[in-house]
């Protein structure tokens, strides 16, 4: 049996391909279900010149198998001092790290035996076999394959409290060692198939703390490719580095690697449906490669991803195909094949996106420390005493400064080397902050069902009402040089897009601004009177390289926040100031560049809110952002400030059984939590900007949210006395619609919102204990079987009420057997609009109506749901 070197000698003495016929045969005819046959050398020639397409599956394999020769031959010369025979590798394997310090590692670089070589199809267990000794074949237990054992044991899945990375760094080094001491993508592809196989986030995140645990003591040099690996990605969305491969070039590789034809890989395909998996089974079929695999590493995949994203121009296909087809032939194993193939297809499926990673990074960093680094870590020992809460603090802690650096740059490149450097500290929030020309996420509206469930949640607030423009969020950094980038609501550069705004600029730009970060709604308009157009006139533009003579739809930049100026960062400012600044500092240019048109307000002015709401409407803007301006209450709202969500919290029952998420699960508490948690969660709003967040500081409300904006026309039935400063006045109310058919009144509902004081004190004048419109007890037609009020009023009067949406409840029982047996209906966030004077109480609005609004409320099933989808947008 001659040495790889001299076989490889051997081939490229001549241009025939490699002496591999017998095992080509065999390759082919298994596929062909043939016996295998033997192949004349001339029938083995390639023309080298010849077109792809003319080429049987086995002429194209043999054609490839020639160009990688020639390849490997370049490299040859160097290697065949240092590469040991295959005999050489059979003595040694026993002895793997000394043999380790002759094996280069760059990509290409293999210099490997070029005998084809049997692989068994449980690739986990069995060792690799070349061939059969006797038959001008080797057996050999791959190195690999050994570490495929080590890797199999490590218990990544287990809580990283109690995980120990040094128990098996020493070994694992040891085999990494042989193959150029980089970690090896087999490590990566196990931690894949554990998180693959388990739904709990708990434990998708354990495995991948303790993955990365094992890098950054292991081999730090990797964290970074494996983090890009694990998050699907290779640059950050700013950086245009685009794979850009095909559908057809991963199938030409299946089709190259593992020797399916077009019959058996679209039968493999429509039995798994994922071309992952089709690699897998096909990975599990397959008997022999064509050369023998290089061991994958993290760094080298990640390499090969960036090679096939920057090759272009001529010829590109071809060089991406080649490496696509190195990778899955050097993929060893069924597992490996699946999740290289599922790489490339940018398709990962295992769940561990931005969130995911950022929380498993800043876990891994108050856990481990590369060599060399001094920076402090906490000692699982003591962390796993610790109460649950205490360590739910710990983590948080560090995972907010992890995210806060992400969301501020949100690019591992510059994340991944400071945290090796210092951990998770303070200071990394300032070594990995807010930096010019580099994206930050945007700051995110909560969803608001309507204006009245909004005015609730922002009492006692000032509150800015702004136009919801109908076009493309842009981010746009200019710096002292006048550079500007503009960047888009998912972080893609868009400067080339928009040459006119780059034009702007400098007209914008007032005297005293050297460099900036502004954010506005780039909408199309009519450049001479300023009218807006559609979002579709919008999406018609061109994308790419506009050239400024060339523009054919106008824009417009509607400017709503200023976040960095003249070299400071101005997130941490309430969003009055920051208003301030953009407004005094900026000059518009009609119909060019302007600000969002907002008014003030407080929610005591729900008339003037819903007149600016109908105005953004009429002229073609989805609804309203609000925004809050101050980080404080407004101390001279405070007598509004009732205990939002009270109103609906003692009796609120749980959402009705039909409402679901997009993605067709119930919504779990988490999504929706309880009116309690609600309560202990309540934190002050803020006013700054929060990148990355979606708050109630910011709130949308859209016009499709309800399409009529339904109010109920009820009856007050009874009052409780109210508590601390409410204490002279009824407070909550109790209110209720009408049965026409048994002429009872139903409750549905307590409100406290909405009253004024004034309000409060006339009504509890009219509703005096013991005056003429109050009675002793409950009457028999008023059904509410409550706790008791402390007042039972003559109802004569009826008020209009706005709520946020009507829930199926166990205590009211208005509209009982018309959406449910047993239970009734009521309200969510009810508030007080306004006395219907012009109405008796036989004009309140029926039971009836009340189960037509539910009724069309659940088939919008609208809102909440998608704000649960793009809890997923991080990704997961
Ligand atoms: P989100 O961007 O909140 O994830 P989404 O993509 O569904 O949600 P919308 O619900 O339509 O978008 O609302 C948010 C978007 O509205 C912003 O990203 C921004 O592009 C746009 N917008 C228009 N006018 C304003 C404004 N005055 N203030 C903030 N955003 C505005």
């Not at 509890?764 to 007890?777: R, V």
Request: glycine share 6%; charged share 30%; with cysteine.
């Amino acid at each position: 049996m001659g040495t790889p070197a001299k076989k490889r000698k051997l081939n490229s003495d001549s241009k025939a391909s490699p002496a591999t016929s017998r095992s080509l045969d065999y390759f082919f005819g298994k596929q062909k279900q043939d016996p295998p046959k033997a192949v004349s050398n001339a029938e083995q020639a390639i023309d080298h010149n010849c077109d792809i397409s003319d080429l049987t599956d086995e002429q194209l394999a043999r054609k490839l198998q020639a160009e990688w020769d020639q390849e490997d031959d370049a490299t040859k010369e160097m290697q065949e001092n240092t590469k040991a025979d295959a005999t050489e590798i059979h003595a040694e394997l026993a002895d793997l790290p000394e043999r380790s310090k002759h094996t280069p590692a760059s990509e290409g670089a293999d210099g490997e035996a070029q005998e084809p070589y049997e692989q068994p199809n449980d690739t986990k267990a069995t060792p690799f076999v070349f061939g059969a000794k006797g038959k001008n074949t080797l057996s050999l237990q791959s190195a690999g394959t050994a570490e495929d054992t080590i890797c199999s044991n490590i218990t990544f899945d287990e809580s990283p409290l109690t995980f120990d990375p040094s128990k098996y760094i020493k070994d694992l080094q040891g085999h990494w060692a042989a193959e150029g001491g980089d970690a090896s993508y087999a490590l990566l592809t196990r931690c894949f198939v554990l998180v693959n196989s388990t739904q709990s986030r708990i434990k998708i995140v354990d495995t991948l703390v303790n993955l990365l645990r094992v890098i950054i003591e292991g081999d730090p040099s990797s964290l970074l490719p494996t983090v890009w690996l694990s998050t699907n990605a290779i640059s950050p969305p700013y950086i245009s580095l685009e794979l850009g491969l095909g559908g057809s070039a991963i199938s030409k590789a299946l089709k190259n690697v593992c020797g399916l034809d077009n019959k058996s890989l679209k039968a493999l395909y429509d039995k798994v449906g994922d071309a992952g998996d089709v690699a897998f089974e096909a990975k599990k079929k397959q008997s022999f490669t064509l050369r023998k695999p290089k061991p994958l590493s993290i760094k080298g995949v990640y390499q090969s991803l960036v090679k096939i994203a920057n090759t272009q121009g001529t010829g590109s296909g071809e060089i991406k195909q080649r490496v696509v087809d190195r990778l899955l032939q050097d993929a060893r194993g069924a597992e490996e094949s699946r999740y290289i193939v599922r790489t490339l297809c940018q398709h990962l499926r295992i769940g561990a996106v931005k969130t995911t990673m950022l929380i498993a990074l800043s876990r891994a960093f108050l856990l481990s420390r590369p060599p060399g680094a001094d920076f402090s870590l906490r000692n699982p020992q003591e962390l796993a005493k610790l109460k649950k809460e205490n360590l739910v603090e710990v983590w948080s802690k560090a995972e907010e400064i992890v995210k806060a650096c992400f969301a501020k740059r949100p690019n591992y490149n510059d994340l991944i080397p400071i945290m090796l450097e210092i951990g998770v500290c303070d200071e990394l929030l300032i070594r990995c902050g807010l930096a010019l020309h580099i994206p930050l996420r945007p700051m995110l509206g909560s969803i608001t069902r309507d204006l009245s469930e909004m005015l609730t949640k922002l009492q006692g607030r000032d509150f800015s009402c702004e136009y919801k423009y109908d076009g493309q969020r842009a981010q746009v950094h200019c710096d002292d040089q006048g550079k500007v980038t503009i960047f888009s609501r998912h972080l893609e550069l868009m400067t080339d897009k928009y040459p006119d705004l780059v034009a702007l600029i400098p007209k914008i730009r007032g005297e005293g601004v050297s460099s900036f970060i502004m954010e506005g709604e780039v909408v199309a308009v009519d450049q001479n009177t300023g009218d807006l157009k559609t979002f579709q006139t919008l999406a018609n533009r061109a994308r790419k390289d506009v050239v400024i003579g060339s523009v054919k739809i106008d824009v417009c930049l509607f400017s709503f926040d200023l976040m960095y100026l003249n070299g400071e960062s101005l997130l941490d400012r309430p969003f009055r100031e920051r208003r301030e600044l953009l407004r005094g500092l900026f000059t518009e240019v009609p119909n060019q560049f302007t600000w969002v048109k907002s008014i003030d307000a407080t929610s005591q002015d729900s008339e003037t809110v819903l007149e600016f709401f109908k105005s953004a409407t009429d002229i073609k803007c989805e609804g309203i952002m609000v925004k809050i301006l101050d980080n404080l209450p407004n101390p001279n709202l405070q007598s509004e400030v009732i205990e939002e969500n009270d109103s609906a919290a003692p009796e609120a029952a749980p959402p009705p059984p039909t409402k679901t998420t997009t993605k067709g699960k119930k919504k779990s508490a988490k999504d929706d939590p309880s009116p309690a948690e609600k309560k202990t969660r309540r934190k002050p709003l803020l006013a700054t900007y929060e990148p990355d967040k979606r708050l109630d500081s910011w709130l949308k409300v859209k016009k499709d949210y309800s399409t009529t904006f339904d109010t109920l026309d009820l009856i007050p039935v009874a009052g409780w006395h109210g508590q601390g400063r409410k204490a002279a006045w009824w407070s909550p109310i109790l209110l209720a619609c009408r049965n026409p058919e048994s002429g009872s009144l139903e409750a549905v509902c307590k409100c406290i919102s909405g009253f004024t004081d004034s309000f409060y004190k006339a009504n509890k004048e009219f509703y005096s204990q013991d005056g003429p419109n109050t009675l002793g007890s409950k009457p028999r037609y008023v059904e509410y079987t409550g706790g008791h009020p402390d007042v039972w009023f003559e109802p004569q009067e009826v008020w209009e009420m706005a709520f946020a949406d009507i829930t199926i409840s166990p205590t009211y029982t208005a509209a009982i057997g018309l959406v449910s047996e047993d239970r009734g209906l009521s309200l969510r966030f009810p508030r007080f609009l306004k006395k219907r004077d012009d109405k008796g109480i036989e004009e309140a609005s029926t039971n009836d109506f009340l189960a037509g609004l539910w009724r069309k409320q659940e088939e919008k099933a609208p809102g909440p749901g998608k704000e649960v989808q793009d809890e997923g947008d991080e990704d997961e």
